[in-house]
């Protein structure tokens, strides 16, 4: 499966912004989606991950409440709406794919898009 993130972009702290994936070449019901994000100089860190249905949610302690993942099957979509977002959001966001169920390891995805920048100022 191919997989590429957009939606990135310049925002003011306490803003909002909503990134999307687009899968292609396979059924995008057979992954779990995962986001991931990579700040300057660091590592890649866990965001949140969504079940292939869709009905399924997990995410990292310092996005809960702010973040929201969500899929659309039929549009191949996976979706990462971020709020009240902070100057430590600041990072390229990645989407990836598993087939090997819930992930929350970098290692544990198989399939990852080139990401999107997300900056945001105070």
């Known amino acids: 499966v191919q997989l590429q993130a957009s939606g990135g972009g310049l925002v003011q702290a306490g803003g909002s912004l909503r990134l999307s994936c687009l899968a292609s070449?396979?059924?995008?019901?057979?992954?779990?989606m995962g986001w991931f994000r990579q700040a300057p100089g660091k590592e890649r860190k866990f965001v949140g991950a969504?079940?292939?249905?869709?009905?399924?949610?997990y995410y990292a302690d310092f996005v809960k409440g702010r973040f929201t993942i969500s899929r659309d099957n039929a549009k191949t979509t996976v979706y990462l709406q971020m709020n009240s977002l902070k100057p430590e959001d600041t990072a390229v966001y990645y989407c990836a794919a598993t087939t090997t169920g819930w992930a929350l390891m970098a290692r544990e995805y198989d399939y990852w898009g080139p990401g999107t920048l997300v900056t945001v100022s105070s």
């Open positions: 969504i079940s292939q249905s869709g009905g399924s949610t």
């Open positions: 070449g396979r059924t995008l019901s057979s992954y779990v």
